[in-house]
């Protein structure tokens, strides 16, 4: 019996010494919404009981971030909602607890992930800003401090919407134009190369669908993440649930 109480004495005094890192939950500092059709809104609650590690160096630099990923199909609004959003529960998010999912890096031509539908496999592609071959944590397609702010005196927003432009006045290409608070911001494209969406164009990544209707839609889905730095007390790269935010036609 001694011998168990000097263990148990020495494996607290070990786990306590090595500073072992917990899980936190940022749920209660980011708030993701989509308030109107093909858009999002991005707030940071200042007064949330998590939100100094957004104040104090315990969060990357560029954290949190957004991931933005699309799928086409030839329905106007997606039916694969909600295998996605299992799929990315189960292989990013995190499991059963949600708030220990893993950092993901997604380079040209690869897919963040798939799921099967109807007995056919779908994927889900990052969309590319311009000129970068590759998505990497902790910024994602949209960072913290170079496309919004997260002010830590008082609570901010962010709102971005979606609409789909041709592409230097061609009959058939189209990117995907991202507004900030209404005002066109950043040009996006598929990951293949930063090629642009052509309704003319059946490309695996492009058209995973049916070949006898004309209507066409781009499906864009997002995420948030907030990255841990090295200096961190926390083990978790949090994610939120994945959401569909627009559908867009394109013809």
């Not at 086409?72 to 039916?79: F, I, K, L, Q």
């Given at each position: ?9 020495f494996l607290l005094v070990f786990l306590t010494s090595c500073g ?232």
């Open positions: 019996m001694r011998r168990l109480s000097v263990f148990l004495i072992i890192p917990s899980l936190r939950d940022f749920s209660s500092a980011v708030s993701f919404t989509t308030p109107y059709s093909n858009s999002f809104s991005l707030k940071f609650n200042s007064s949330a009981v998590n939100a100094s590690y957004f104040t104090n160096g315990m969060v990357n630099a560029a954290s949190p971030s957004v991931i933005l990923l699309y799928s086409v199909t030839n329905e106007s609004n997606d039916s694969l909602t909600s295998s996605f959003r299992s799929t990315f529960n189960k292989e990013i998010r995190g499991g059963g607890s949600y708030i220990n999912g893993v950092p993901i890096t997604i380079r040209q031509n690869d897919g963040i992930l798939e799921t099967t539908y109807g007995n056919k496999t779908y994927k889900l592609y990052p969309l590319m800003p311009e000129n970068k071959s590759s998505i990497t944590p902790p910024g994602y397609t949209l960072s913290n401090g170079s496309d919004y702010v997260f002010s830590s005196l008082a609570a901010s927003s962010a709102n971005f919407s979606f609409s789909l432009e041709k592409e230097n006045n061609t009959d058939d290409e189209y990117f995907i134009q991202l507004l900030k608070d209404k005002v066109p911001y950043k040009k996006l494209y598929r990951f293949n190369n930063g090629a642009t969406f052509r309704s003319s164009d059946s490309a695996e990544d492009y058209r995973q669908i049916s070949e006898t209707q004309e209507t066409y839609y781009i499906h864009i889905y997002a995420a948030v993440n907030v990255t841990k730095s090295f200096s961190s007390d926390f083990s978790n790269d949090y994610w939120t649930e994945l959401k569909n935010v627009a559908n867009i036609a394109i013809t």
